[in-house]
Each structure stands twice: as C-alpha cells, then as structure tokens.
C-alpha cells in the first residue's frame, strides 16, 4: 500500500501562483510514476502532469503547460506541482496519484486507470 497526502491547496486571484505538495508513505519502492489529475464540478476527472520515478519521462496536459511544472523529491518521497499564472478555468480538487506500472507509452500515464493509489484531494480556488 502507498498512502497520499496533499497539502497547498487554497483561495488564490487569477493570475497568482499556487504550489501543491504531495508526500507518499508505505511501500514506495514500488512506485513508477507519480501524477497529479483534477476534477471540476460536474466534470469528469482530468490529467494535468506526471512524472516517471526514474526521471526518464515528464507529461503534461496541453491546458497546463507552460505554466505548470511537476517535480519530485526522490529522498522525501514526494512529488510538487507548482502551478504559475491560475485561471478560473483551474478551479478544481487536485488529487494526487501514484502507479506502480511500469510504461514506456508515456500516454499510459496520462490516463487515470494507470493509477492504484490517490491522495485525497486539495481544493485549489482561483478568483476573477
């Protein structure tokens, strides 16, 4: 089992910059990817970023990139995503994931099957 705790979340104006933490704990050898997905109100849950434990591959949804950036702390178990220049439109529980599945379609990662573990979500609100 590995266990998911995000932290960060919180009420921000358009424009401003959040950063999302989430530390892993139990058997963390096992994990091959770490990923962060969102879901909005009355919408389906949406990948945002994943990062390879090995380093060899980063992802990103198109809706995000540029402005955010997924990074990891290997020796703390624990995986970022500092999200820059937050819209309306990020409004969301962000939820952390981690998979034990080892890929080389970094697509695999992008989708939320690939994934047997979930933290328990981090409101992030952003304001116009």
């Known amino acids: 089992q590995v266990r998911l705790v995000e932290s960060g979340g919180g009420l921000v104006q358009t424009g401003d910059s959040l950063r999302l933490s989430c530390l892993a704990s139990g058997r963390t050898f096992t994990t091959a990817a770490m990923g962060w997905f969102r879901q909005a109100p009355g919408k389906e849950r949406e990948f945002v970023a994943a990062n390879t434990w090995s380093g060899d591959g980063t992802y990103y949804a198109d809706s995000v990139k540029g402005r955010f950036t997924i990074s990891r702390d290997s020796g703390k178990n624990a995986v970022y995503l500092q999200m820059n220049s937050l819209t309306p439109e990020d409004t969301a529980v962000y939820y952390c994931?981690?998979?034990?599945?080892?890929?080389?379609?970094?697509?695999?990662?992008?989708?939320?099957?690939?994934?047997?573990?979930w933290g328990q979500g981090t409101q992030v609100t952003v304001s116009s």
């Open positions: 994931a981690a998979s034990a599945l080892h890929y080389k379609i970094g697509a695999y990662y992008q989708t939320s099957r690939t994934y047997g573990y």
